[in-house]
């Protein structure tokens, strides 16, 4: 696996064909990301084809049930926190960029990063990391589902950092109001954008 070629077609080619193994419903999903990831892309000046990657890998572990995803991560040396012991499915960004790195062989951090963190988001992300983030949380079947998502709408094609923080800010507000728990990183997201633009 080690010898796989790291040139970024064949890397493209390799997840995709991990794509197409997925239920069809989530083929779905990543296709509605992917179209959305590169078309903010091409808005926001971003590498379009390194948003695209990010996107069609982010829900590659997506499908595992929550005992397989807590197997999986720990026999891949992945750091099991409390939060993700408690919600497994948090897991599932966090696999999938271990698997992008050590068996489709990519060596693109940032895309890494953009399919690790797709989910709680992290301070500082990257343009690439936010785009995938915002294309995941807001293509067009979620939307249709969760009309509130149309302000973050809204914001997308004019800023990201706004993008990303009103889409925190409908996320960690519906948790709150459930009396549920927040992911330190979500909190952290938020407070570091917050902090960047205020
Ligand atoms: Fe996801
Ligand atoms: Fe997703």
Redesign the pocket.
Known sequence: MRNLDTGFDKVYRRIESRVSELPDSLIAHIERTRDLAERLADIHGVNPQRCSMGAIA??LA?HLTESQLLVESQSSNITVNSYEYKAPVLL??PLAAHWLKSDLNCQDEEVINSVKY??TGHPEMTDIEKIVFIA?KVEPDKVQRNPELELVVSRMEANLDATVLEYLKLRIGSILDKKGVVHPLAIDTWNYFLQKNS
Request: glycine letters at 12%.
């Open positions: 982010h829900d997506r599932h960004g797709h989910t995941d």
